[in-house]
């Protein structure tokens, strides 16, 4: 089997290098390590030749998920792992774990990271996972899934689904096919911050329905009778405000998760660098 390392981060690519070399079970000629990059980077400092690696550099607006969808419809591949999240330490005998259970017949293989959870959040967690398979019919990967390993028919798949490969490599979306999980220790994650644009609409339906409570104190304070059909009405109305804030909030953090929900164009690619030996 061969694998290809992939990275949409930008990161100390000789560190990497070096880990991978020294930690993965894999020999050599069994692996590629791919960088998906919008930046430049200076081939000076890339002085390795232990391992084969290569670089994509795509145009300086190209987002993570447009650069790796651009690598799968270019490129022959065979299984990948996809390093997704920009994570300050990688667990690498979780990956040999993933690639151990990709040899014994696993299709799909993904990280979850060890975290105390009390149990509001798991709840809560629970609640959110079921309103976005509700909503929107997508199951999302247990855990982080911060590195995910996908057997080459899945990596066929992806490359006959144009555009998709963002879904898919974030949610559940393979039909009778379970991922398998493989438990790591909680990863020092980069600060990602929040954006309020994302959550214009939903904090905008939010300040409707909180007017629309301070309307029914109003009514209690001031002994508001109002005819049972007109209250009924006002009511339902309440509660579809309410399903709307639901659904929107879940669509926003989606698209702050997942990305666009939409088919991913792939980006174009300025220039490949790579150390082969061919």
Same mark, same amino acid.
């Given at each position: ?18 880990? /991978? ?110 309103? /976005? ?69 939903? /904090? ?75």
């Amino acid at each position: 089997m061969f694998y290809s390392l992939v990275f949409t981060i930008n990161g100390n690519i000789n560190e990497i290098l070096e880990k /991978i070399y020294s930690e993965i079970v894999l020999s050599p000629n069994q692996y590629q390590v791919v960088f998906l990059t919008n930046k430049e980077i200076s081939k000076v400092a890339l002085n390795s030749n232990k391992i084969n690696y290569k670089i994509f550099t795509f145009e300086e607006n190209a987002t993570k998920e447009e650069m790796f969808e651009s690598f799968i419809q270019t490129e022959n591949l065979n299984n990948i792992i996809l390093f997704k999240n920009p994570l300050k330490n990688f667990d690498f005998k979780a990956i040999n774990k993933m690639i151990q259970s990709n040899q014994d017949g696993q299709y799909l293989i993904i990280s979850k990271q060890e975290k105390q959870q009390n149990l509001i959040i798991k709840y809560l967690q629970k609640f959110k996972n079921f309103f /976005i398979k509700l909503f929107f019919g997508i199951k999302l990967y247990p855990g982080e899934a911060d590195i995910i390993l996908l057997d080459s028919v899945l990596v066929s798949t992806l490359k006959e689904m144009k555009g998709k490969s963002n879904i898919l490599t974030k949610a559940n979306g393979w039909i009778g096919i379970e991922p398998k999980v493989i438990q790591i220790e909680k990863q020092n994650n980069q600060k990602s911050y929040f954006n309020v644009k994302n959550y214009i609409l939903p /904090i905008c339906i939010t300040f409707f329905f909180l007017c629309l409570i301070t309307g029914n104190i109003l009514f209690s304070v001031f002994n508001v009778q109002l005819p049972f059909l007109a209250y009924f009405s006002y009511l339902i109305f309440e509660i579809l405000i309410l399903g709307l804030i639901i659904y929107t909030t879940l669509k926003s953090n989606l698209i702050c998760t997942l990305g666009n929900l939409k088919n991913v164009n792939p980006a174009k690619i300025i220039d490949i660098y790579d150390n082969f030996d061919f």
